[in-house]
């Protein structure tokens, strides 16, 4: 069977869609995947074909903005940018995607379109080619405001080029969902066609950060990041200087937003990397801090960890209110987010039974999620 797997690009959209398509190509099934060029060596390192398609967040607002436009206040309500949000994701991305997708489905004619539930112009090109398609969720999915800006200005664009079927967010599709039931949308349950998965952590071959390996456990290892696209300088030191302060070892992702020179010197039991293998470091870890993004969220879920979700935006907040109405962690909001707060967060969480207790369970419900293997196999009844 031929699959075309189509992403937004970035490694929060790409990420959660590669152990699928993985699974399938093992399945013996030709896998082609359509990204961003951004994105595509990290397809090709995981063995897969690909081809160009779609074009970064970046180039996506430069588009609509302008080369001219003034940056953006950082003091300015986070609601004021999202009719920006909806223009973005409910118009200019979808555009370009089916643009590109269109001719790439013709030269290929899969028996299937799997695509990332963020990129709708993969959903609509499948449609309007008469291509079967499922949609593949990276997180919990949070319904909400935004959401609905995105989804009113989806509408639009579907009817200025004639597109007549159902409408977003699922467009009438089955969809892959990598959340555990326990924490999803109770709306999304409501009302989707789901195909539960096992959230699979996916980084690219690395080597853990020294002393990681064979370390002193009675010591607590405090895993700290903010992503790949939210990273903030005086977040990460507000964190560190509390976290250095707990009896624990502290090993800090900087991610490529921060250059790691910048958060200067750090204390003895801090150590401080730009990038890590998170999907092989969390097995190693006793808590995770954290922006709230839907991999390392997930990726605790699975690793039964407690968090401290430090939300930095998009769907971070709603996934932070998640962390916290499952009883497996905290939240810093804002103003909030001081050294001294995190510090007592932090310790509270390390010796907090009732969350230990809760990650475990958590653990089980995502453990008794089918495997890539297993869904992999289904693939085929999707196809028509």
């Given at each position: ?320 209110e998640a962390v916290v109405a499952a ?35 958590l653990a089980d419900e995502v453990a ?17």
């Open positions: 069977m031929r699959l075309i797997f189509t992403s937004l690009v970035s490694h929060g959209h790409l990420y959660p869609l590669l152990p699928l398509a993985v699974a399938a190509r093992d399945a013996g099934h030709d896998v082609l995947f359509a990204t961003g060029d951004d994105m595509r060596p990290a397809v090709e390192k995981a063995g897969l074909a690909t081809e160009s398609a779609g074009f970064g967040m970046r180039e996506a607002f430069e588009s609509f903005f302008g080369p001219d436009a003034p940056p953006r206040d950082p003091k300015a309500p986070p609601e004021s940018f999202y009719p920006v949000i909806g223009q973005v994701f409910g118009k200019v991305l979808p555009r370009r995607f089916v643009a590109d997708l269109t001719p790439l489905f013709e030269r290929h004619r899969p028996d299937l379109v799997v695509y990332e539930s963020g990129n709708a112009g993969g959903a609509i090109a499948a449609r309007l080619a008469g291509i079967p398609a499922i949609g593949h969720g990276f997180g919990r999915v949070s319904p909400g405001e935004v959401m609905d800006i995105i989804n009113g200005r989806l509408v639009e664009y579907a009817k200025e080029i004639g597109f007549d079927g159902p409408e977003p967010p699922t467009f009438g599709d089955p969809y892959i969902d990598i959340c555990p039931e326990s924490v999803q949308s109770s709306e999304f349950l409501a009302r989707t066609n789901r195909i539960p998965l096992r959230p699979v952590g996916w980084a690219e071959p690395g080597d853990l950060p020294a002393g990681v390996l064979g370390r002193d456990k009675s010591r607590p290892l405090v895993y700290l990041t903010l992503g790949t696209a939210f990273g903030d300088e005086g977040v990460l030191k507000q964190a560190i200087s509390g976290l250095a302060r707990l009896e624990a070892d502290v090993v800090v992702a900087a991610g490529p937003t921060v250059d790691p020179a910048q958060l200067g010197e750090v204390p003895g039991n801090v150590r401080v990397e730009a990038w890590v293998p998170q999907a092989d470091l969390l097995p190693h870890v006793d808590l995770v801090v954290h922006h709230g993004g839907s991999g390392t969220t997930l990726g605790a879920f699975g690793a039964a960890l407690p968090q401290l979700v430090l939300p930095q935006g998009a769907d971070q907040f709603t996934n932070a009883g497996v962690g905290a939240q810093l909001i804002g103003p909030d987010v001081t050294g001294d707060a995190i510090f007592e967060k932090a310790r509270d969480l390390l010796a907090d039974d009732g969350v230990r207790s809760a990650t475990r369970k008794a999620m089918p495997s890539p293997a297993e869904v992999a196999q289904r693939l085929p009844d999707y196809a028509g």
